[in-house]
């Protein structure tokens, strides 16, 4: 038998099983979820737990949960310093991107042309939020955007309303170049937090 999940981590996972369960809105669970998330990243003992999570340099994720019910996933991604992430969407999922520890800041870009060229993208940046632990950010379907690493090791732990990778392409923006392709989203590391 597996080892018992810490207990705030499975009672997190018990609250979005709750909040899924109410309906088939998954704007209103994920709603939901970005309140339960700004609970869990404001734990002072899972901050301390995950300062020795590994990194997951070489977009990667750790999948700490997925539920075999609503489908929702829950992943961490753990930035080295400075890491500069690429600018991406989520395709049509729901995402709550949650701080632990560290500093990021959130990108975020609107479309400027009508998607209708294949390849062609312009992109403009509309907002930099920055984050430190306890910030959380939902992120709704097709939304570009970008993470930003601080001047230190950061960790987030995040909310997927379903998995994408393995099943769905996820958009990628060049500004520069004004090009935009779809491309899998980040190879998962199955991590459990006992
Ligand atoms: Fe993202």
């Known amino acids: 038998m597996a080892a018992r999940r810490m207990p705030i981590f499975q009672k997190f996972i018990d609250d979005l099983r709750a909040a899924f369960a109410d309906g088939p809105d998954t704007a209103a669970a994920m ?38 019910d609503y489908g929702f996933v829950i992943n961490a991604v753990v930035r080295t310093a400075h890491r500069k992430g690429g600018i991406h969407d989520h395709a049509h999922a729901w995402t709550a991107y949650g701080l632990l520890d560290g500093e990021e800041k959130l990108e975020r ?14 992109i ?4 930099v939020t920055e984050g430190g632990p306890g910030t959380v950010d939902l992120v709704p379907p097709f939304d570009i955007h970008s993470e930003k690493g601080g001047a230190a090791r950061s960790v987030a ?22 090009t935009t392709h779809r491309g899998e ?3 998962q590391i199955p991590f459990e937090l006992t």
């Open 109 to 122: 870009y609107s479309r400027l042309d009508d998607g209708s060229r294949e390849g062609y993208a312009e």
């Open 31 to 68: 709603e939901k979820a970005r309140s339960l998330l700004e609970g869990l990243v404001a734990d002072e003992e899972l901050r301390a737990r995950s300062k020795d999570w590994p990194s997951t340099e070489g977009h990667k994720n750790l999948l700490l949960y997925e539920d075999p």
């Open 157 to 178: 732990v995040i909310v997927r309303s379903e998995r994408l990778v393995g099943r769905v392409l996820q958009g990628r923006f060049d500004p520069e170049a004004k």
């Open 124 to 127: 403009r940046l509309d907002s």
């Open 185 to 187: 989203g980040p190879t």
